[in-house]
């Protein structure tokens, strides 16, 4: 009896404060990329559960994928003690604040958790909150993975250049710079797109760094550009000399198409009405 009291208790601070208790598994279709098979999803907890270190892919803006991670955190807590998440949301600017809330319970937090964090405004908090509250409250880390702002104005200006054959290649250099230009719709004048690719493949190092010196099992949540096998961090992990090789998880709506060459597996899930974000850009 003393038990289950104990019990509640935890659900109803845990309600109170607003950190999630529990996620339906939400639904999708997964791809093991090697082989093709179809896997339910208590099947990839099994194969991700025995990982050091998983990277997760997201579509910043989908809701999904965010139901996704979070459901994850929560099914491998089942299987094994988490050591680590990071994210590519928080900075090192932020990692004071997030040690002195974790050092407190939950139900102690500030009203205004975003302010506390000084969460940047252009992650958006309904998406995120749930995972921020949910990792605060576990006995691991949540580490930050991405660069500050003064350190990007200084990569902009002038960045030195990368170690390792692997993430300086044409082949990893090429895409990424075609990405750039797309993702800033063709927009972006051609003179700034190198100092663009040196801030992206050295977000890229920061996050393998942190992701090579946080506690195992270490899970990163990151854009899928930054995710990738072939272009993102785990070239980096590679070019670092980190044994055995991340694995990763990318998701994606159903339609897209995602290559065995830039994940392990990929979880799909609904289309989403698309968001026109250059359509703001060029007016």
């Known amino acids: ?52 270190r998983v990277i997760v892919g997201e579509q910043h803006d989908n809701p999904d994928h965010h139901q996704v ?112 230009a797309q993702s800033h719709c063709g927009l972006l004048p051609e003179s700034q797109m190198p100092a663009m690719l040196a801030v992206q493949q050295h977000r890229d190092r920061r996050m393998a760094e942190r992701l090579m010196t946080a506690p195992t099992p270490a899970m990163l949540f990151a854009g899928g550009y930054h995710a990738r096998l072939d272009l993102g961090v785990p070239v980096h992990l590679e070019d670092l000399g980190a044994r055995p090789p991340a694995v990763v998880l990318m998701l994606a709506e159903k339609g897209e198409s995602v290559a065995a060459a830039s994940a392990d597996y990929v979880w799909y899930t609904a289309v989403r009405p698309v968001q026109d974000y250059c359509a703001s850009m060029r007016q």
Not at 1 to 15: K, T
Not at 29 to 49: K, Y
Not at 156 to 179: D, F, H, I, N
């Open 1 to 52: 009896m003393g038990r289950i009291l104990i019990v509640l208790c935890l659900l109803l601070v845990a309600c109170q404060s607003g950190v999630p208790t529990g996620v339906g598994q939400p639904a999708g279709e997964i791809v093991d990329l090697r082989s093709g098979q179809a896997l339910t999803a208590q099947a990839l907890v099994e194969r991700l559960a025995g990982a050091p």
């Open 69 to 180: 991670q979070l459901w994850l955190l929560q099914a491998l807590a089942q299987r094994r003690v988490q050591g680590s998440l990071l994210l590519e949301m928080l900075t090192p600017q932020q990692q004071a604040a997030v040690d002195q809330l974790r050092a407190r319970s939950p139900g102690q937090w500030p009203a205004d958790l975003p302010a506390a964090l000084a969460w940047q405004p252009g992650w958006d908090w309904n998406l995120y909150g749930p995972i921020v509250r949910y990792a605060l409250a576990q006995p691991y880390p949540l580490l930050a993975a991405n660069l500050d702002g003064p350190e990007v104005r200084r990569l902009y200006k002038e960045a030195p250049t990368l170690s390792g054959g692997r993430s300086t290649a044409e082949a990893v250099k090429a895409p990424l710079l075609a990405q750039i």
